[in-house]
T-cell receptor, first 111, second 121 residues
């Protein structure tokens, strides 16, 4: 089976840095994705990691450790508009490449 | 602009009727598309994997006779919610996996539609 865990909610201050963790257990691992989703909208792609290490993209960075089944999304210089749900998703190649989502982390950015 | 078009974006129907939602890949071909359902304040739950030219693969607990999936071409998958009831009210989202396309597309890349909000009265 598959198991993806991330915190349900987090709160941070505008201008600060926040790290959202995700742990997973799966067979046929072929990549970990992070998505941002605002209420009532479809998810938007943020990052993709398949090899160990850090991927940086502007204010957002994502890290992966395959041996530990662990990833994090790092958001720097937080802005109010970053308040959203952040979804960790794992691709399982043993099952046709489908993407399985964690429960999402609701991030609230406060002034 | 969007590379996966999902239609309709919102639909309200009476209990007992059927509703069809379309997921169309624009400018690329997708042998595989995925259908998700999302209830308020919850994450995306995979319902089924839609395969062009063959039967869909449903996740455990999803009724295949209630949620009919047809993937008749390399750019179109449809989800029909048959005999909809209020408990089927949800946000339905499709995603399409790139099989082939222009130079801007990478094989295997995944794109999401904008979602369809279904309300059953």
């Amino acid at each position: 089976g598959q198991n993806i865990d991330q915190p349900t909610e987090m709160t941070a201050t505008e201008g600060a840095i926040v790290q959202i963790n995700c742990t997973y257990q799966t067979s046929g691992f072929n990549g970990l994705f992070w998505y941002q989703q605002h209420a009532g909208e479809a998810p938007t792609f943020l990052s993709y990691n398949v090899l160990d290490g850090l991927e940086e993209k502007g204010r957002f960075s994502s890290f992966l450790s395959r041996s530990k089944g662990y990833s994090y999304l790092l958001l720097k210089e937080l802005q109010m508009k970053d308040s959203a749900s952040y979804l960790c998703a794992v691709r399982n190649e043993d099952q046709g490449g489908k993407l399985i989502f964690g429960q999402g982390t609701e991030l609230s950015v406060k002034p | 602009g969007a590379v996966v078009s999902q239609h309709p974006s919102r639909v309200i129907c009476k209990s007992g009727t059927s509703v069809k939602i379309e997921c169309r890949s624009l400018d690329f071909q997708a042998t595989t598309m995925f259908w998700y359902r999302q209830f308020p304040k919850q994450s995306l739950m995979l319902m089924a994997t839609s395969n062009e030219g063959s039967k869909a693969t449903y996740e455990q607990g999803v009724e295949k006779d209630k949620f009919l999936i047809n993937h008749a071409s390399l750019t179109l998958s449809t989800l029909t919610v048959t005999s909809a009831h209020p408990e089927d009210s949800s946000f339905y989202i499709c995603s399409a996996r790139v099989t082939s396309g222009g130079p801007l597309f990478i094989s295997g890349e995944l794109f999401f539609g904008e979602g369809s909000r279904l309300t059953v009265l």
